[in-house]
């Protein structure tokens, strides 16, 4: 038999009165834990669509470690999809937007390129050479 347990009072006015306190003690540690990871446990997944299970062989097919043992997966491309429309306007238009803030609040900006340079450091992204072609650009939310 095991027992683990805690006490857990709030601030005392005296050492003899106690405003609040609640106790719990767990005698049967190893029918606790099991009525836990029951609780917990995630149902088996089953792909039943073909769709999910493209999407995960896909995954399968494109995840690799580089060196450095960080994983890298491809981003997955959903063939016959909508285009995405416009979006180099509302792209320029925030960021002159972040422009301006940053030219008002010269920390902000600060902190901002700090993160930019960082975020470029870590391979996160790169800079893009003016001959690939671009077909949606990601709008900058602040």
Known sequence: MYVVGWVDADKC????Q???????????????LQRFWKIEEVEN?????????????????????NANGRFIVKLLVKENHQPLGESLHMAKSRFLNLERKSAKNVELGNQYKEFINEYQLLDHMMLRSDQAP?????????
């Open 18 to 32: 106690t405003q609040g306190m609640q106790s719990y003690t767990v005698y049967n540690l190893d029918e606790t």
């Open 134 to 142: 671009a077909n949606y650009y990601l709008p900058y939310h602040n």
């Open 13 to 16: 006015a005296s050492s003899s």
């Open 45 to 65: 997944f089953t792909n039943t669509s073909i769709h999910d299970k493209y999407e995960e062989q896909q995954f399968v097919n494109n995840i690799k470690r």
